[in-house]
């Protein structure tokens, strides 16, 4: 039987080679059930069975493609606004990240002995970084034994040296939920905070806002030793605005 099949491929007792068939190229294929469909012999409801499921999982794969396609190219997207009435808004936290972490009028020979370096002021010789920009620090470099080995203190140092709002000078205009505000509503949070200094105020203020946060700011800038600007924070909320500065 096996011969038999091989000279009908043939087309006779010849040696010329024959076109390929479609039940040679089914029985080769790694497809799923297509060898089933083209089987040698006569057609079978086995083979109806092959094809029918063949043909549907083919259909729902190119169905699924299209459909998936179709809604890329759409470019679907969806945005939602949600507007709710605020009863008691409590004015937001207020974070200054300076340049100069500290003022420098503020430091002391001791204070630069001990944190010049860590500040970016001095050298590991304990000489100005930038002489033209700091020579008003010369003066100060010139310590006693005694004067060098006092305890120091970083905590006191950005306590004292840290940019404050109280000192009247840094905060020029606040204004939260049609109310004015002054330094006097601030209290501090954190003074040391990797060079960030974060103001809170407690009041609560009768407001509407959007959810998620409203319209606020802040901007603020102080000049360093060098005469370099430096960034300020910012202030979010309902409806709240501050200004902050310092010279």
């Given at each position: 039987?096996?011969?038999?099949?091989?000279?009908v491929?043939?087309g006779?007792?010849?040696?010329?080679?024959?076109?390929p068939?479609l039940?040679?190229?089914?029985?080769?294929?790694?497809?799923?059930?297509?060898?089933?469909?083209?089987?040698?012999?006569?057609?079978t409801?086995?083979q109806?069975?092959?094809?029918?499921?063949?043909?549907?999982?083919?259909?729902?794969?190119?169905?699924?493609?299209?459909?998936?396609?179709?809604?890329?190219?759409?470019?679907?997207?969806?945005?939602?606004?949600?507007e709710?009435?605020?009863?008691?808004?409590?004015?937001?936290a207020?974070?200054?990240?300076n340049?100069?972490?500290?003022?420098?009028?503020?430091?002391?020979?001791?204070?630069?002995?001990?944190?010049?370096?860590?500040?970016?002021?001095?050298?590991?010789?304990?000489?100005?970084?930038?002489?033209?920009?700091?020579?008003?620090?010369?003066?100060?470099?010139?310590?006693s034994?005694?004067?060098?080995?006092?305890?120091?203190?970083?905590?006191?140092?950005?306590?004292?040296?840290?940019?404050?709002?109280?000192l009247?000078?840094?905060?020029?205009?606040?204004?939260?939920v049609?109310?004015?505000?002054?330094?006097?509503?601030?209290?501090?949070?954190?003074?040391?905070?990797?060079?960030?200094?974060?103001?809170g105020?407690?009041?609560?203020?009768?407001?509407?806002?959007?959810?998620?946060?409203?319209?606020?700011?802040?901007?603020?800038?102080?000049?360093?030793?060098?005469?370099?600007?430096?960034?300020?924070?910012?202030?979010?909320?309902?409806?709240?605005?501050?200004?902050?500065?310092?010279?």
């Open positions: 039987r096996e011969l038999r099949a091989q000279l491929e043939r006779g007792m010849g040696d010329r080679p024959c076109a068939s039940e040679g190229f089914a029985s080769r294929s790694t497809l799923h059930g297509i060898h089933h469909i083209f089987a040698r012999g006569p057609y409801g086995r109806l069975l092959w094809t029918l499921a063949f043909l549907g999982s083919l259909g729902l794969l190119l169905h699924v493609y299209a459909e998936r396609v179709g809604y890329y190219v759409q470019y679907p997207h969806n945005t939602q606004l949600e709710q009435a605020v009863p008691h808004a409590a004015f937001p207020i974070t200054l990240c340049l100069n972490r500290v003022r420098l009028s503020q430091l002391s020979g001791h204070d630069l002995h001990w944190a010049g370096e860590l500040l970016g002021l001095l050298d590991s010789a304990h000489q100005p970084l930038a002489p033209e920009g700091l020579a008003t620090l010369a003066g100060r470099l010139a310590l034994p005694e004067e060098q080995r006092r305890p120091f203190d970083l905590l006191e140092l950005y306590g004292r040296a840290g940019h404050q709002l109280d009247g000078h840094m905060l020029l205009g606040c204004r939260f049609n109310e004015s505000c002054n330094a006097s509503d601030f209290r501090t949070v954190s003074a040391v905070l990797g060079g960030r200094q974060c103001w105020r407690g009041r609560q203020y009768r407001g509407t806002g959007r959810a998620g946060g409203g319209a606020g700011g802040a901007g603020g800038g102080a000049g360093s030793a060098g005469g370099a600007g430096s960034g300020g924070g910012g202030a979010g909320g309902a409806g709240g605005q501050a200004v902050l500065g310092e010279g």
